[in-house]
T-cell receptor
Framework: SAVISQKPSRDICQRGTSLTIQCQVD?????MFWYRQQPGQSLTLIAT?????????ESGFVIDKFPISRPNLTFSTLTVSNMSPEDSSIYLC????????????FGPGTRLTVL | EDQVTQSPEALRLQEGESSSLNCSYT??????LFWYRQDPGKGPEFLFT???AGEEKEKERLKATLTKKESFLHITAPKPEDSATYLC???????????FGPGTRLSVLP
């Protein structure tokens, strides 16, 4: 089965700084997504990462705060900009493979703590 | 608006004590209902997809069923390693996005 990796796995950051999270898949995917999971809560979709074009953001999430890139079919980055303690969460990328029936498969997550 | 609720919020079972988790959903046209298992500090692990009412899927001690309004995840003779949070999600016909429920936190005691 395909491997989905994320870097970093965790980080502790200072308020006002930015962090870029990478998601790498070892095979081509049709769709890539970014989610946030706040402590003790379920998953909230941030955006769909579109290859070669701007990401599609969900209500409550904006490009200035969460810029996303997807330069090819196997890689995407999410940046959390101008961080505040409220951004402390687990950030997860997920993918849909062309051979699947719509199932999303998730990376291991990036645990972010903002001081 | 598409919505997913799950009950109970938390469930504690003795090893071997079978039970069921509930996922109730409201969606304008269901493309699929998905069950995931999430261990602490990890990403969700895909378990099942159900597409139509009456459908059932099984994997080891788990069986998922689907009606027009809800899905059940039945756990038969659970073991401590089944302890995890179980998430349910729905995908509507008109889009790719998933809507996740809040999850059920299952603890199986030896």
């Amino acid at each position: 089965s395909a491997v989905i990796s994320q870097k970093p796995s965790r980080d502790i950051c200072q308020r006002g700084t930015s962090l870029t999270i990478q998601c790498q898949v070892d095979s081509q995917v049709t769709m890539m997504f970014w989610y946030r999971q706040q402590p003790g809560q379920s998953l909230t979709l941030i955006a769909t990462a579109n290859q070669g074009s701007e990401a599609t953001y969900e209500s409550g999430f904006v490009i200035d705060k969460f810029p996303i890139s997807r330069p090819n079919l196997t890689f995407s980055t999410l940046t959390v900009s101008n961080m505040s303690p409220e951004d402390s969460s687990i950030y997860l990328c997920s993918v849909i493979f062309g051979t699947s029936h719509g199932e999303q498969f998730f990376g291991p997550g990036t645990r972010l703590t903002v001081l | 608006e598409d919505q997913v609720t799950q009950s109970p919020e938390a469930l504690r079972l003795q090893e071997g004590e079978s039970s069921s988790l509930n996922c109730s959903y409201t969606v304008s046209g269901l493309r699929g209902l998905f069950w995931y298992r999430q261990d602490p500090g990890k990403g969700p692990e895909f378990l099942f997809t159900l597409y139509s009412a009456g459908e059932e899927k099984e994997k080891e001690r788990l069986k998922a069923t689907l009606t027009k309004k809800e899905s059940f995840l039945h756990i038969t003779a659970p073991k401590p390693e089944d302890s995890a949070t179980y998430l349910c999600a729905v995908q509507a016909i008109y889009g790719q996005n998933f809507v996740f429920g809040p999850g059920t936190r299952l603890s199986v005691l030896p």
